[in-house]
């Protein structure tokens, strides 16, 4: 069974600070996934990579992706106070099952 | 356009009661997934239609669980004989093509198991 790893589980920034999520999977997968999800509701889909050195960039969010290593990354820059929320990833394996980490709690302090 | 759309939002059911969730995936959409989201962790994977085809139900943690998607849109996740460590964000989600590139994700239902 694939597994995801996400971390930190917690994170506590401050407005205008940089920071980064790490996703962590064990097995090769064509397909990697971020979502955002605030509390009570539903997931929305912030990124898709699909190859090695892959990076893509929305506002202040910015991932990547490094097949050969099975990591992802989600950079966060000059973190603003609407970035709250959890944050995972996810990891498409045999076709069409997706595995998702734990997720990221992201809180930004004024 | 309609997003996806799951009823009812909350359910809440006395343990041993039989409980429906539905999906109504974006119109067109050829994939559908259920997915079962407890308190503090990531969604899990139940099980995976494509059109009326249920291609993969390995996630259904017991034979207590039932999907169903006789039309080809519409789905029915069936929880039989509701136990406590049901209790959980059901969510659904549905994709355009069989492929799965991207999935789009319903609101959820939180079933609470009294």
């Known amino acids: 069974e694939l597994k995801v790893e996400q971390n930190p589980l917690f994170l506590s920034m401050q407005e205008g600070k940089n920071y980064t999520i790490y996703c962590n999977y064990s097995t090769t997968s064509d397909r990697l996934y971020w979502y955002r999800q605030d509390p009570g509701k539903s997931l929305e889909s912030l990124f898709v990579?699909?190859?090695?050195?892959a990076v893509k960039q929305e506002g202040r969010l910015m991932a990547s992706l490094d097949t050969k290593a099975r990591l992802s990354t989600l950079h966060i820059t000059a973190a603003v106070h609407d970035l709250s929320a959890t944050y995972f990833c996810?990891?498409?394996?045999?076709?069409?099952?997706?595995?998702f980490g734990t997720g990221t709690s992201l809180t930004v302090i004024p | 356009g309609a997003g996806v759309s799951q009823s009812p939002r909350y359910k809440v059911a006395k343990r041993g009661q039989d409980v429906a969730l539905r999906c109504d995936p974006i119109?067109?959409?050829?994939?559908l997934f259920w997915y079962q989201q407890a308190l503090g962790q990531g969604p899990e994977f139940l099980t995976y239609f494509q059109n009326e085809a249920q291609l993969d139900k390995s996630g259904l943690p017991s034979d207590r669980f039932f999907a169903e998607r006789p039309e080809g849109s519409v789905s029915t996740l069936k929880i039989q004989r509701t136990q406590q460590e049901d209790s959980a964000v059901y969510l659904c989600?549905?994709?355009?093509?069989?492929?799965?590139?991207?999935?789009?994700f319903g609101p959820g239902t939180r079933l609470t198991v009294t």
């Open positions: 990579l699909l190859s090695n050195g």
């Open positions: 996810a990891v498409a394996w045999g076709g069409n099952q997706f595995y």
């Open positions: 119109s067109g959409h050829v994939s």
């Open positions: 989600a549905s994709s355009l093509t069989g492929h799965a590139y991207e999935q789009y």
